[in-house]
């Protein structure tokens, strides 16, 4: 069963504007990563924030994570037509056999 | 630094047979996971390996199985090939089994004719 749900399942935005991607999961979580895919392509990482963070920046990105809320968030800023690909959030959880788990991923077209 | 690497990339096969994925992680990383990705399913986790030692263990059945080697590298079999394990099967490492980030290979398209 999917760990991480994203919100929405497409977003179609126009070149320059910003993004907004949403996940949430539902047990205690180590951290929790985003990534991206490219049409059959491998995943990407982007970025990892742990679980007693809140905020993360990596240039146009910015994620955050609210633990009590259990989710997180996905901001892309002024988008890139090379932006458009499927980003999947991952939870690892906080057991000890715990495993990184993926949503189903939300597919970004961003249009030039 | 290589990144993780998957062979092959491509392959066909028929019903009934088997077909072995070959994956070597990022020098240094001793953790090394497989995932299968389909449409219908998303991405699905099928084992964890670390140090040799199978650490996790996904929901797939018997016929999928893997291996590391003390070189970190990993191999999955999967034997008498239903058309449903027409899949993107992906590789991942990290350093080691929790807390760090993971790296996915390019991943191995299986096509199941």
């Known amino acids: 069963s999917q760990q991480g749900e994203e919100d929405p399942q497409a977003l179609s935005i126009q070149e320059g504007e910003n993004a907004t991607m949403n996940c949430s999961y539902k047990?205690?979580?180590?951290?929790l990563q985003w990534y991206r895919q490219n049409s059959g392509r491998g995943l990407v990482h982007l970025i990892l924030i742990r679980s007693n963070e809140r905020e993360k920046h990596s240039g146009r990105l910015r994620v955050t994570l609210d633990t009590s809320k259990k989710s997180s968030s996905l901001l892309i800023t002024a988008s890139r037509a090379a932006d458009t690909a499927s980003y999947f959030c991952?939870?690892?959880?906080?057991?000890?056999?715990?495993?990184?788990?993926f949503g189903k991923g939300i597919t970004l077209s961003v249009r030039p | 630094k290589a990144g993780v690497t998957q062979t092959p990339r491509y392959l066909i096969k028929t019903r009934g047979q088997q077909v072995t994925l070959s994956c070597s992680p990022i020098s240094g990383h001793r953790s090394v996971s497989w995932y299968q990705q389909t449409p219908g399913q998303g991405l699905q986790f099928l084992f964890e390996?670390?140090?040799?030692?199978?650490?996790n263990k996904g929901n797939f059945p018997g016929r999928f199985s893997g291996r590391q080697f003390s070189n970190s590298r990993s191999e999955m079999n999967v034997s008498t090939l239903e058309l449903g394990d027409s899949a993107l099967y992906l590789c991942?490492?990290?350093?080691?089994?929790?807390?760090?980030?993971?790296?996915f290979g390019e991943g191995s398209w299986l096509t199941v004719v």
């Open positions: 047990t205690s979580i180590n951290n």
């Open positions: 390996y670390f140090s040799e030692t199978q650490r």
């Open positions: 991952a939870t690892d959880g906080a057991g000890a056999n715990s495993k990184l788990t």
């Open positions: 991942a490492s990290s350093l080691t089994v929790t807390g760090n980030t993971i790296y």
